[in-house]
């Protein structure tokens, strides 16, 4: 797992420089600096109100008795778009878009669903629930 995320930590930001280059070469330094400046101002924007809207649904669910499954995996899944909308670079953005959009948010939680019960299934996560 960990040679994942060092090899993560060392591709992302070299294709992310890759894209910012091409795309200030297309439409210009400074639009590209203010596209990177918006989108992160709107992605948190967007982030908080997704996160208090699942926010409110787990709580909603708890206070009926139910447990917030699904309300968890999509906080996950807003919770890391946002941290990605908020890392500077365009791919990151695109990405933490997808995740944040109630729309686009699906086709990412049943890969987060596998790896959850794959790290189950292994027995080294636990998983508590107290009452």
Same mark, same amino acid.
């Not at 993560?8 to 910012?20: K, R």
């Not at 992160?40 to 208090?52: D, S």
């Given at each position: 797992?960990? @040679? /994942?995320?060092? +090899?993560?930590?060392?591709?992302?930001? !070299?294709?992310?420089? +890759?894209?910012?280059?091409?795309? %200030?070469?297309?439409?210009?330094?400074?639009?590209? &600096?203010?596209?990177? +400046?918006?989108? %992160? &101002?709107?992605?948190?924007?967007?982030?908080?109100?997704?996160?208090?809207?699942?926010?409110?649904? !787990?709580?909603?669910?708890?206070?009926?008795?139910?447990?917030?499954?699904?309300?968890?995996?999509?906080?996950?899944?807003? &919770?890391?778009?946002?941290?990605?909308?908020?890392?500077?670079?365009?791919?990151?953005?695109?990405? %933490? $878009?997808?995740?944040? &959009?109630?729309?686009?948010?699906?086709? $990412?939680?049943?890969?987060? /669903? !596998?790896?959850? @019960?794959?790290?189950?299934? @292994? %027995?080294?996560?636990?998983?508590?629930?107290?009452?």
């Amino acid at each position: 797992m960990l @040679r /994942y995320v060092v +090899i993560a930590l060392i591709v992302i930001p !070299a294709l992310e420089l +890759i894209v910012i280059f091409q795309m %200030g070469k297309l439409i210009g330094g400074w639009p590209t &600096f203010g596209l990177m +400046i918006v989108t %992160g &101002f709107l992605g948190a924007w967007l982030a908080r109100r997704e996160g208090l809207k699942v926010w409110r649904q !787990a709580q909603n669910l708890l206070s009926l008795g139910q447990l917030p499954g699904d309300s968890i995996v999509d906080g996950i899944c807003v &919770f890391t778009g946002g941290i990605l909308l908020l890392t500077p670079g365009l791919l990151t953005d695109v990405l %933490g $878009f997808l995740l944040v &959009f109630p729309l686009s948010r699906p086709m $990412f939680k049943g890969w987060i /669903y !596998a790896l959850l @019960r794959k790290m189950a299934d @292994r %027995g080294n996560t636990y998983f508590f629930w107290r009452r």
